[in-house]
């Protein structure tokens, strides 16, 4: 049986608390790890695009208020 096989099956055994309990601590890793990589991503200025973008729109006169 394979880790992964393994994981599931403990997953599948757990009750309901302790189920969530995993969800939200899988959950908040999941977003940790999202904004490390936001965050690296706009340090290194592959998300510059994205700014120039919006400047480029709001030059234009084509951004909306919000």
Partial sequence: MS???KI???????GK????QLIRWFSEMDWEKWER????DSESGKLDFLLNEALD???????KDL
């Fill in 17 to 20: 608390e302790e189920y969530n």
């Fill in 8 to 14: 599931k099956a403990a997953i599948e055994a757990l």
């Fill in 57 to 63: 729109e709001k030059a234009k006169g084509k951004l």
């Fill in 3 to 5: 880790k992964v096989s």
């Fill in 37 to 40: 990589q936001i965050e690296s």
